[in-house]
Every structure is written in structure tokens, then in C-alpha cells.
């Protein structure tokens, strides 16, 4: 048997059916979960800047020690039962989703390095044929400085990775996914 | 420290381009800017042990999802889920998604006048065994039209959703029907450069998984990256 990877595909415009309808997830912390709330408010926008309405956005994220909640996770160190560490939603009619969580901590990186607090992304929409991924960071967070990863980004890109605190209502954060155009966001090859 | 072995990157042909003009729809939605590299760490070795607790027995049979049978050509859709070194992936979520047999779906954006069925609604999950095999009983999906281009029709197809074990393992992809002449003029399908690949995701009848009186088998088997065999420093 070929044992190449199945290519990809767009999850199309009725995604909904399969994998938000009745398994949307958008806490992906709980309440008793340790450290800062996170409301983090994500929106996606298309070449033209219009929103898009028929995405889905997962979240992959460690919890506030910068343990994954997964047995794959090799520090061998455990982590906070209440924080789960995945979400995803479908973006509403304005392009938004809403997930609950809180601030990850620092994961280990490359070669002792380790990485600033963020969010692993995944972007899914009719018109992506294959999965779009990038990450989020917390804005004016003094770990972005040393964060290996975010140093391989050209600095002048880098605030596109970028989550903004909205100053009127603490604990929320908003990021913007500009899938192409002069904001274009950061997309990794993972 | 500790141990960590990042996973096989694709070859490009493989999989799809991502800007593709002849789908439309990715013009206004493909980064033009270059994909950064991104090396593998603990945040993408790793991946949510999402839905193993929340599979019910009959979540993989959209034939029994409503009080009546939908309409259709009832079929089997069964498969392996290996990574690319050939090893089983075991317990990991499988999602489907899909028209009805007239080539509806059960959304309120599907405006194809084509009848809804009471008794279908077309979503299943499933959790792989130990070994790595999932199996579900559907209609099989008709063909409909979309407006990307003049007389523009999809396939008739099924959509996966795959975790595997870590955060570089997900995948969503289609499967097809052997024999199906659409595919031909799908650009969606057509946007994979490799022949062999896009062949790939078309399902193969089976005699064997066809239950006699019953439902016609298809095969489709799913290959996820894989990890590499040295580990490195975290």
C-alpha cells in the first residue's frame, strides 16, 4: 500500500453538519482551572477585508504551567485536569468566535529556549483546501522577546501574530486572521 | 530534557495547491506571503484527546440517527487510519459530513432544490479501533450543483475529519466514488497536482465489506503523517 499522507481538502461551506453543529467547543478552560481568564475574540477576513462567515477555528494551547493536557505530552509533568486545551468554533455571521480560557504558560522550545505564553491555530474554511495554521501571543508580553519561534517571523510581520487586550472589558483579548491582503497574517508550514 | 520526534513533512505534490484560481473561492482566501518553516515543538507533537469520550454507539450509522430510514443506497464506508511509517493509529476521532441521496445537505446555506430527507441529516463520528480500522453505515451522497463556475457540479463525496495523535497529524480531506465522472471537472479535486494522490481519495468498492441483502462496502484508507524515527532535545 502507498503509504503517502491523504492530501487535504476544504472542509467546504456545510462543515457545520459534522463538526460544530453539536461539537463546538469554546471553553477550553474551566472555571477552576488555574491562571489569568482569557476571553479570547477571534475574527477572520478575507483578501477584501469582508468577513467570512464560514470558517472554523481550533485551538490547541498548554495550561498555565505550559503543560499540554495529553498523554502525548513528553515532560512527564501532568497538567491542570480543568484546562482541556483544545476548542473550536465556527466564525458567526460578523466573521467572530468567542472561546473562554486562560493564558498558557511557557512551553519548552528549541534547544532549551523556551517560548513565549501562546495559542496553536488552525484555520478551516470553503475556499482553503488546505489548513491554515498560525499562532497567537499575547501582546506586550515581555516572553514574546525570547520566544524562539516568533524570532524566525520577519520582525515587521510579527505583530500580525499579535493578540490586543481590550482595554474596556479586562481579561478580553482580540486577534484578527487576515487569510491575505496588506495585513496578511503569519501562516506556518507545520 | 526530554525526548521528542518531530513528524514527516509532505511532499508538495501531493496535496493540494493552495491558491487554485479555478476554485474560486481561494482567491480572496489563499496567504500570498511565503509559509514560515516552523520546527517542531512540543506544541505541535502534541495534540487534544478530543471526542474519545463522547462517541455513542450509534453515532457511526447515520441510517439509525431518526425514527424512519432516510432514502438511498445504503452503504458501508470502512477503512484503516495508518501514519506514513505504516503503523495503525488507534482510537482517534473520525468525523463525517454529507449530502442526503438527493444531493442536499442539512443546512440552512444549501439552497439546492433538491428534497430534504426527514430521516437524515447526514454527520457521523467514529473512533478508530486498536487497530486503527473505523467502519460507518451511510446513503451514499448524490451529486450536486454549486456556483463556482457555468454548470459547475461536485461529486459525489463524503467529508473526513481526522485528529490523529498531535496537533501536525490533522487532517480534513474528501472521499470519493470510484467511476465517478464529475471528478474529472472538480476543481477542488482536480487542485492536487499528483494523479496518484488525488486517486487516493477515491474510495474502492469491496465484495468483502459488502453485506450480502443488505448495503454495498466501500474502502478508504487514511494515511496521517507520521513521526520521525530520531528523537531530538525539547
Redesign the interface.
Known sequence: MDLTPTASQTVGPYFHLGCTNNHAVSCIAGPDAKGERVRLICRVLDGDGVRVDDAMIEIWQADSEGNYNTPTDAQGKGSDPDCAGFGRMATDANGKCFFETIKPGRVPGIKGRSQAPHFNVSVFARGILKRLTTRIYFADDPANQECPILALVPEERRATLLARPDRGNPGDWFFEVHLCGKDETVFFDV | ????SSFR???AS?????L?PA???????????P?????????????????RN?VAATDHDLTRQHPGEPLGERIIVKGQV?????RPVPETLV???QANAAGR???Q??DHPAPMDPNF?????ALTDANGFYEFVTIKPGAYPWGNHENAWRPAHI?F?LFG????T?????MYFPGDPLSAYDP??Q??PDE???Q??ISKFDLEITQPAWALGFRF?????GSEATPF??
Open positions: 530534557m526530554f525526548k521528542l513533512r509532505h511532499e501531493s496535496q493540494p495547491m493552495s487554485y476554485y474560486r473561492a481561494t482567491v480572496q482566501r489563499t496567504p500570498r506571503q509559509l514560515i518553516f516552523l520546527p517542531h515543538t512540543l506544541s505541535e507533537v502534541t495534540g487534544p484527546v478530543y471526542g463522547a495508518l501514519d506514513d511509517g505504516g468525523e463525517i459530513w445537505y442539512f443546512h446555506k444549501d441529516t447526514g454527520a457521523g463520528r467529508h475529519s495523535p498531535a496537533f501536525a490533522r487532517l480534513v480531506t474528501q477542488i479535486f487542485s492536487i496518484r494522490a488525488r487516493r481519495l484508507d487514511i494515511v496521517l503523517r532535545e525539547g
